[in-house]
Structures are given as structure tokens and as C-alpha cells.
């Protein structure tokens, strides 16, 4: 059983990488996206950092979709439960970016911003 939580903690720091170089090589990332990377990261570091069995990956990852999916989105629309983890959000952010120049962010938002109006014309019209 001990191989089977080494093998699921190896898959949940993969996803962890994984959706951290997303949030960094993807501008635009919702915050859903962002709130999935922090979720994914923070629980590999807790288990190491606590000492816990990696055999907790196993039910870790699948929360971590659940979260990332129906709690997370319902979180950002309220502001007063809201607000911690969008100041949480926006520190993970400006580490993860770090070194990335800030016009490139710039540009790929409004770019989006206006895929995003392109895409309400056409669909109004």
C-alpha cells in the first residue's frame, strides 16, 4: 500500500506542476484556475510538511477536482468569504509570474477582453 501512496503523491505533484506552469504560460487564467493550482501545490507541501501518509493523495486529488470545479466558483461570487483567497490568489500569482514582463500580461488580457466582446457581438447579433 506504501507504493500506491508514493505513486498517487508522484501524480498529485505532477498535477501540481502542471497546473501551476498553466496559471504561469496563461495570462488570462480564470480564478477557478488559479484557486486549483494553490489547492493542488498547498496539499503537496502539507503532506510532506506534516508528516502525513502519501496514501492521502489518493482522496486529495479527487477533492482537489471537485474543488477546483463546484466549490471554487461558488466561493468567488461571495465577497466576504471571497476575499482571503483572492488575496491569497494574487500573492500565488505574483510569485508564479515573477519575471514575466508585465506588458506580455498586459496584452494577453486584452487580447482575451476582446475575444471575449467579439465573441458577445456576434452572438447578440
Do not use: Q
Not at 501551476?20 to 496563461?26: Q, W
Amino acid at each position: 500500500m506504501e507504493i500506491v501512496g508514493y505513486i498517487a503523491y508522484a501524480s498529485l505533484v505532477l498535477l501540481a506542476i502542471v497546473w501551476t506552469m498553466g496559471v504561469r504560460t496563461g495570462p488570462v487564467a480564470g480564478m477557478h484556475e488559479v484557486l486549483r493550482a494553490i489547492y493542488f501545490v498547498a496539499a503537496a507541501v502539507l503532506i510532506v510538511a506534516l508528516d502525513l501518509n502519501m496514501a492521502h493523495s489518493l482522496w486529495v486529488v479527487p477533492v482537489g477536482c471537485f474543488f477546483s470545479r463546484i466549490i471554487a466558483p461558488a466561493l468567488i461570487k461571495i465577497p466576504v468569504v471571497s476575499m482571503p483567497f483572492l488575496f491569497i490568489a494574487d500573492v500565488f500569482l505574483r510569485v508564479v509570474r515573477t519575471g514575466m514582463p508585465a506588458h506580455k500580461i498586459k496584452e494577453a488580457e486584452a487580447a482575451s477582453m476582446c475575444d471575449v466582446v467579439d465573441k458577445n457581438e456576434c452572438n447578440g447579433a
